[in-house]
T-cell receptor
């Protein structure tokens, strides 16, 4: 049973396209996150949601729009893809409102923009 | 703002040797500190975390880390490396009241037979 799952695992697309990445967690957590890992393995938070409400938005271009239809899902939609968007995107979840809680990561979505 | 510095982007050890991965943090308040491991083409998995209880924290797979406030360090150690320990290791600090994890740049551990 996968705790945090992401689809697709790989995504190859052309510049200018619009794409979505889906994330689901079955841990019953209230808080979910999106992280971006660049080619140098640097990990940076993009967004966090707590019970469908946006909590953290880390100066991400507005081409990136997270959507949380319910607290078990946090999807990431990206408009007008650029070469620099190529990266691995990780979804994570954690119990609510406590900064010492463990974050559980999904397997990642490898996005390549050509 | 809090930050994390991992000294050494690559560390190589022989199987059976001591593993030492360094992490220093910058924080004006006592932080929460984490070590995560990333195996090739996988997501991150928690190894251990410090949440202001015991300063010596034991984690999975024989790893442990010691919180040293005077040195602002949280180095990760393992007495004897296994081939299966080869992976990327990330130190992270959590900002209180924001749930935001700030990661270091990672250290790739290679284990040679």
């Amino acid at each position: 049973d996968t705790a945090v799952s992401q689809t697709p695992k790989y995504l190859v697309t052309q510049m200018g396209n619009d794409k979505s990445i889906k994330c689901e967690q079955n841990l019953g957590h209230d808080t979910m996150y999106w992280y971006k890992q660049d080619s140098k393995k640097f990990l940076k938070i993009m967004f966090s949601y707590n019970n469908k409400e946006l909590i953290i938005n880390e100066t991400v271009p507005n081409r990136f729009s997270p959507k949380s239809p319910d607290k078990a899902h946090l999807n990431l939609h990206i408009n007008s893809l650029e070469l620099g968007d190529s990266a691995v995107y990780f979804c994570a979840s954690s119990p609510p409102g406590t900064s010492w809680e463990t974050q559980y990561f999904g397997p990642g979505t490898r996005l390549l923009v050509l | 703002a809090q930050s994390v510095t991992q000294l050494g982007s690559h560390v190589s050890v022989s199987e059976g040797a001591l593993v030492l991965l360094r992490c220093n943090y910058s924080s004006s308040v006592p932080p929460y500190l984490f070590w995560y491991v990333q195996y090739p083409n996988q997501g991150l998995q928690l190894l251990l975390k410090y949440t202001s209880a015991a300063t010596l924290v034991k984690g999975i797979n024989g790893f442990e880390a010691e919180f040293k406030k005077s040195e602002t360090s949280f180095h990760l150690t393992k007495p004897s490396a296994h081939m299966s320990d080869a992976a990327e290791y990330f130190c992270a600090v959590s900002e209180r009241n924001t749930d935001k994890l700030i990661f270091g740049t990672g250290t790739r551990l290679q284990v040679f037979p």
